[in-house]
T-cell receptor, first 112, second 114 residues
Framework: NAGVTQTPKFQVLKTGQSMTLQCAQD?????MYWYRQDPGMGLRLIYY???????DKGEVPNGYNVSRLNKREFSLRLESAAPSQTSVYFC???????????FGPGTRLLVL | AQTVTQSQPEMSVQEAETVTLSCTYD???????LFWYKQPPSRQMILVIR??????QNATENRFSVNFQKAAKSFSLKISDSQLGDTAMYFC???????????FGQGTRLTINP
């Protein structure tokens, strides 16, 4: 099993450009999450999907949209990137029985 | 609001020593889960250990163990026989049972010196 995978690993955008971060998991997790990590800080929840077909806002949703394409895939879209969105983005899936989240390797995003 | 506090921004020990990382949290709930995650320079978030609040027995995973004090809302991580590969940021995290949000502390940067 690959676990949780994310693409791309690194991306540079100009202010105003759009892009979609992709996340996929093969661990049969019902719940999936998008976090951002800024320098010197822990992770903050952007959006989550408790099950296929549902999405909800987290702590810092402004400037982002998400799509739960199917049980395996959960994408994060930046419609008009801003320098404040420069961060490392992590996707995670949750093992329901153990209430434990497992993370992908992260996407480093730089917005100029 | 639920919060997690890690009071030690940085720690440094010699290889083979034992080190303890502190974490306190705040919640009004009685059922919840606590976690320690390790983030090495690769930035991957790796689960180290988890604890269920209803279990009195402290969790152990090989060289890693926790001291869970529910009344004090304290959840420290002990690393025994520390190794160079333990060098990383360590994050304490908390989640109420049935909730979706994992609340993280700000992290402790641990350096293991040869």
């Amino acid at each position: 099993n690959a676990g949780v995978t994310q693409t791309p690993k690194f991306q540079v955008l100009k202010t105003g450009q759009s892009m979609t971060l992709q996340c996929a998991q093969d661990m049969n997790h019902n719940s999936m999450y998008w976090y951002r990590q800024d320098p010197g800080m822990g992770l903050r929840l952007i959006y989550y999907s408790a099950s296929e077909g549902t999405t909800d806002k987290g702590e810092v949703p402004n400037g982002y949209n998400v799509s739960r394409l199917n049980k395996r895939e959960f994408s994060l879209r930046l419609e008009s990137a801003a320098p404040s969105q420069t961060s490392v983005y992590f996707c995670a899936g949750k093992e329901g029985r153990r209430e434990t989240q497992y993370f992908g390797p992260g996407t480093r995003l730089l917005v100029l | 609001a639920q919060t997690v506090t890690q009071s030690q921004p940085e720690m440094s020990v010699q290889e083979a020593e034992t080190v303890t990382l502190s974490c306190t949290y705040d919640t009004s709930e009685s059922n919840y889960y606590l976690f320690w995650y390790k983030q090495p320079p690769s930035r991957q978030m790796i689960l180290v250990i988890r604890q269920e609040a209803y279990k009195q027995q402290n969790a152990t995973e090989n060289r890693f163990s926790v001291n869970f004090q529910k009344a004090a809302k304290s959840f420290s991580l002990k690393i025994s026989d520390s190794q160079l590969g333990d060098t990383a940021m360590y994050f304490c995290a908390f989640m109420n049972q049935g909730a979706q949000k994992l609340v993280f502390g700000q992290g402790t940067r641990l350096t293991i010196n040869p």
